[in-house]
């Protein structure tokens, strides 16, 4: 007899006819893609991967739920639809490697995947440059998928060639945290112009494909260590940093998108923080949910009744136009529903499920469609404009939506029972919320040589030399970095591997096993062979704490970390019969278990090498030819040439702990200058008496004769000041015709005597030198793309434009110094000065973003002005010998400097004179003082928003001013008892003049300031200082929220050159912004903001000269005409700013009053 079918057999030969007819009847028998649509032959990737889930998960659902025989096999033939899919696109890829070769070096749109293909042969359908291509999001979906399908038990991937392949995938799109793409929507900016943008679904897509492929065999359980994917764990670190800090943001021109519940949900699961999750999907509820399904974003034009389908653009003032007509999607209903699923919310499930089928369309035979989007009819678009919600909607576009449909059948099949969520999760990433335990970071400190392990002993810490842990092998980080360059070559298909990048902590953090020997690497920060920094033990100290405080937070992997610190030579003094105190005491912190906040166990390597994280290179083993696959393929040894693998796994390591130069390197000439005597710093370099200078016969400056001079010279900073006249006078390649050394150059001195510097810890000086010798940062282009990835724009040079120049996008390392160089206008201090300020800004955006809040533009030249201010007022120096002291302190003081100028902290600076007589500069906390962190915007009490007040009859400028002045206080941004208290003094004479200098150096603006000035140019023309104009039509086409919106006005205020004025016009904005709270008719004119602040400041000096101020105390800055007085003057009080700026607001805006008043709501 035969056995009946059960009801639940019933119900998925139900799915399985459902996905027959709207999915799998358009497969391609050939290349098994699915066409977008039956009238729309092209394949799109990410289309592809979304709608074949259905078919995954119904496979997996017969197999779990098989009645017959016939539901095992029906399973299998599923599984095979599934297979052939995802295959075919690997083939359209693989046919484009060359694309991926490319885009690895260039980043560039043009070298991109193609985002669609030929559904019949898989080939492309649109040229490079015709469609928006770079989508991230895409690649990383399919690849997130291979990944769970493997782990599911399909093979898709057949050959060492694939997996190849799909390891330089990886590499693709490891960097989205930095690379402008076209996102989910193809569009990239949403005035669809081609303008490519960092979009948080690709940068969340991307976190959890590397994630899932990390360490995954796609061979399955059948698979070698050959076929194993290896992922940096420091790549998907900045991509979960990045995601977090655009979050709820989309993009720089998207406030909000729907599309990132794909990133916040399943299936990414990308964010770990749950209170971001749960913030952004309100945000996606709040403004993009309609009765249909989830708008795509704000202003969304696609398929409203006014789009213009002849034309690919939106122009930007129409963008308006769209605003409540924009189409709401049931698609993001699905991702609702699976949420709800995941997260066992079955209260969510049922309201989405029911609001879903109540838009789905039926079919005969109880087909249920998911159409693709719902508009508003053309003749109902007035209404809905002025009352959104309330119109019926009629649907439109593709029926079946498959993307759409696919997830539908997936929810349902997960909310009927047959699968559990954690099969279509074999990964399970949904656990990406739940708190991991505390990590312990365990620390090996080895000594370089014996001679230092004995000076070590001394002091009580016992630790091993680098040959006493053999067989355990110690290299640098940027050696791992070249044997990583080797991952992924294939030569048959001209792939060289992973483009070489410098390697964070958590890659140096491993032991690795290659070719059964175990190496371990030291952190890149003790590794930095051009610029200066490790020079600075203080500065190597403070890194370290960095560095184990992030792997406290950041470490995910089996096993714990481990840090392979070394005591090197350059880390004694005394002639290197002692420790470096600084570096002493955090020997002895870390010998107790917490250091920097982080939980340590310090021990030998060996002692720690069972609980260590340990990871085996196999794609460094050898073939049977006894070589490497990738040893023929040649690009890669042109990297660093100093060191193949060959040497490596060979090298002596008796001789030196680093196949290193050293951080001091000198040249191979010696020219035997005389012994220097440490003389005191100067303020700057005196420059030499030009008369007294040696001349030749044509009355030229005799450089030979110099150099004579030069060897006779006991002062180490006339040897710089000579060299120095015959660098300007011959350049860095004239050769001083040594006898000895024929060949030796101005080159060659200079390093001689940049080594004689850094011996000496003489730090004006090896800046000096690094300017003349043109030395770089090695990792400058890092820092530069990590303020970039934080949505952080940057300007080098001094103001005003075009001097100061903007960057907005990574650049290449060449070009990037180039900028800097020609930024700075051949002034080495500032050449040498911005780019480690660049690096110390990045360090701080990695660990206290915070800091940066409500800052989109970082001025790094006015940033350093500020620093040299605040040396000089400390110091009692002029603004030049300010500058010259920033030159001379540490590295590491430069960083806490440039800390405490962010955070608002009070310092000191003292100068102590060490026993050489030179004058030495340190930077120190001070105590319980500062500015709070609302202070710090130089504006009391400015972290609360505005809240409505009550209602005044306007009729003049007297009761307009008490209005205004009753909306500041009613909006906590001041209390009426601060701006009444009678004659309030700041004793801290120069205090707020410094503040406001500080606040606009950095271009810091009080909390929701960008949206209040995007409520006011509602009210008006526009906003104008001096000849610049922001236009009232920008809100035409921004919304409050976007960064663009927030760099435009940045832009806007960045006209202003000096720092304090720009701050004072930042307070008259604010205070003009009460307006928005006032039911004022709109006014046809442009507001003039200075004429306000001038306003102001003629008010303020009529009272103080009422009140007996002289000419002296009145005194006013010869650039803008302000007072300084008023510069100075506290924002509350009877004589602060905002009791000025009321009254002026108040009398010129006193013209645009009606004639019967108006009421403040």
């Not at 714990?560 to 030579?569: A, D, E, K, N, Y």
């Not at 701006?979 to 120069?990: I, Q, S």
Request: glycine share 6%.
């Amino acid at each position: 007899m035969m056995r009946g079918r059960s009801n639940s057999g019933v119900r998925l030969d139900y799915y399985a006819r459902l996905v027959s007819n709207t999915i799998l009847c358009h497969q391609n028998s050939v290349t098994g893609l699915l066409p977008a649509a039956a009238d729309q032959q092209n394949a799109w990737v990410r289309d592809n991967v979304y709608s074949i889930l259905a078919v995954w998960g119904l496979g997996m659902a017969y197999r779990k739920n098989a009645d017959r025989d016939e539901d095992k096999a029906k399973a299998y033939e599923l599984e095979q639809s599934v297979v052939k899919l995802m295959r075919g696109l690997l083939h359209c890829m693989m046919k484009q490697m060359i694309k991926v070769e490319h885009f690895k070096k260039s980043l560039s749109t043009k070298d991109a995947l193609h985002a669609k293909y030929d559904n019949a042969t898989g080939d492309t359908v649109v040229d490079d440059d015709k469609w928006g291509h770079l989508q991230i999001d895409a690649t990383s979906l399919y690849l997130l998928y291979l990944a769970q399908m493997t782990a599911s038990g399909l093979h898709i991937i057949f050959t060492l060639d694939e997996v190849n392949f799909i390891q330089n995938l990886v590499f693709y799109i490891e960097v989205a945290y930095k690379v402008a793409d076209y996102g989910m929507w193809e569009r990239g900016d949403k005035t669809n112009r081609g303008i490519p943008e960092l979009n948080a679904s690709s940068v969340g897509m991307a976190k959890a494909a590397l994630e899932a492929l990390d360490e995954l065999n796609l061979f399955g359980a059948n698979g070698g260590p050959k076929s194993v994917i290896h992922v940096m764990a420091d790549e998907v670190q900045l991509c979960q940093f990045i995601l977090q800090s655009m979050l709820p943001r989309a993009s720089p021109s998207k406030e909000i998108d729907a599309g990132l519940l794909s990133v916040i949900s399943f299936p990414a699961f990308a964010v770990e923080d749950i209170e971001l999750v749960e913030l952004t999907k309100q945000e996606i509820i709040t403004k993009l949910q309609g009765r249909y399904g989830c708008c795509r974003f704000l202003r969304d034009g696609y398929k409203t009744p006014i789009e213009d389908p002849t034309r690919l653009h939106y122009e930007n003032a129409e963008l308006r136009q769209f605003e409540n007509l924009e189409c709401e999607w049931p698609l993001f209903w699905t991702y609702m529903i699976l949420d709800g699923l995941f997260n066992k919310n079955l209260q969510q499930v049922e309201e989405y499920r029911e609001a879903l089928h109540s838009v789905l369309v039926l079919r005969p035979g109880g087909i249920h469609l998911v159409p693709e989007l719902y508009a508003v009819p053309a003749e109902k678009m007035a209404e809905e404009s002025q009352n959104p919600h309330t119109v019926s909607r009629v649907y439109m576009g593709k029926l079946p939506h498959m993307w759409g449909q696919s997830l539908y059948i997936l929810g349902n099949l997960v909310s009927e029972g047959f699968l559990a969520a954690g099969e279509i999760d074999p990964l399970n990433r949904r656990f990406s919320t739940i708190p991991r335990p505390d990590v312990v970071v365990q620390v090996a400190i080895i000594a370089e040589t014996e001679k230092i392990k004995k000076v070590l002993g001394k002091h009580g810490i016992d630790v091993e030399t680098v040959t006493e842990i053999m067989p355990i092998r110690v290299q640098p980080a940027r050696v791992l970095s070249q044997i990583y360059a080797r991952l992924g070559c294939n030569k048959r298909m001209a792939l060289s591997g992973r483009p070489y990048r410098h390697m964070g902590i958590l890659g140096t953090s491993k032991l690795y096993l290659v070719r059964d020997e175990i190496f371990a690497f030291t952190p890149q920060f003790v590794d930095q062979q051009q610029f200066y920094l490790a020079l600075d033990n203080r500065m190597i100290v403070d890194m370290l704490r960095t560095e184990l405080s992030f792997l406290c937070r950041c470490w995910r992997k089996t096993g714990r970390p481990i840090v392979t610190f070394p005591i090197l030579q350059s880390m004694l003094i005394d002639d290197g019969t002692s420790l470096d105190p600084y570096v002493l005491s955090t020997l002895r912190k870390l010998q107790d278990g917490y250091f920097g906040g982080a939980r340590v166990h310090a021990a030998n390597v060996s002692t720690l090498l069972v609980t260590s994280c340990c990871t085996r290179l196999s794609f460094m083993d050898l073939g049977p030819d006894g070589k490497t696959v990738e040893d023929s393929f040649d690009s890669f040894y042109q990297l660093h040439s100093a060191t193949n693998l060959h040497d490596l796994i060979d090298l002596d390591l008796d001789v030196s702990l680093y196949l290193r130069n050293s951080l001091l390197t000198e040249s191979g000439y010696k020219l035997n200058i005389a012994t220097p005597s440490s003389t005191p710093d100067a303020p700057e370099l005196s420059a030499m008496n030009t008369k007294d200078l040696p001349t030749d016969k044509s009355g030229e400056v005799d450089c030979k004769a110099l150099m004579e001079l030069l060897k006779k010279c006991s002062s180490l900073q006339e040897q710089v000041e000579i060299i120095h006249l015959i660098y300007v006078t011959k350049g860095i390649d004239w050769n001083i015709e040594h006898d000895e050394y024929p060949e030796m150059t101005v080159y060659d001195v200079l390093m001689e005597l940049y080594t004689k510097a850094g011996n000496e810890q003489n730090w004006g000086l090896i800046r000096y030198i690094s300017g003349m010798l043109h030395k770089k940062v090695e990792e400058l282009d890092e820092a530069c793309t990590t303020l970039l990835s934080n949505q952080k724009h940057l300007t080098v040079g001094l103001p005003p434009e075009p001097r100061e120049r903007t960057i907005t996008a990574p650049l290449p390392y060449d070009e990037l110094t180039k900028l800097i160089e020609e930024a700075s206008d051949n002034d080495h201090s500032l050449f040498i000065l911005t780019q480690e300020v660049m690096v110390y800004l990045a360090m701080y955006a990695r660990t206290e973003p915070n800091l940066f809040a409500e800052m989109f533009r970082l001025r790094i030249g006015l940033i350093i002005q500020v620093m040299a201010t605040e040396m000089a007022n400390c110091l009692k120096y002029s603004d030049k010998a300010g500058t010259q002291s920033l030159m001379s302190v540490k590295p590491s003081d430069l960083k806490t400097l440039l800390h405490h100028i962010l955070s608002g902290k009070e310092f000191s600076v003292e100068e102590n004179i060490d026993q050489s007589t030179r004058t030495m500069i340190s930077i120190h906390d001070v105590d319980h003082t500062g500015a709070t962190k609302s202070e710090r915007a130089g504006i009391s009490k400015l972290k609360v928003e505005m809240m409505q007040t009550g209602t005044f009859k306007l009729n003049d400028s007297d009761e307009l001013h008490e209005a205004l002045r009753q909306s500041l206080i009613s909006s906590e941004l001041i209390s009426s008892e601060e701006l009444d208290v009678g004659d309030f003094v700041d004793v801290r004479h120069g205090q707020w003049l410094r503040r406001r200098r500080i606040d606009g150096a950095l271009n810091r603006v009080p909390i929701g300031f960008y949206q209040r000035v995007w409520k006011m140019l509602q009210k008006c023309k526009g906003l104008s200082i001096e000849n610049y104009v922001l236009h009232s039509s920008t809100t035409e086409e921004m919304t409050p929220g976007e960064i663009k919106f927030a760099v435009q006005v940045e832009t806007f205020l960045n006209c202003v050159p000096q720092p304090e004025y720009r701050q004072l016009l930042v307070e008259t904005i604010l205070v003009l912004t009460m307006l928005v709270d006032i039911d004022l008719q709109y006014i046809s004119r442009t507001i003039h903001i200075e004429r306000i602040a001038q306003m102001a400041n003629s008010i303020f000096m009529a009272e103080q000269t009422a009140l007996g101020a002289d000419d002296e105390m009145l005194e006013k800055d010869p650039a803008t005409g302000i007072c300084s007085l008023l510069y100075d003057s506290a924002p509350s009080g009877r004589f602060g700013t905002m009791t000025y700026l009321l009254k002026a607001t108040a009398i010129y805006i006193e013209d645009f009053l009606p004639a019967d008043g108006c009421q403040v709501q």
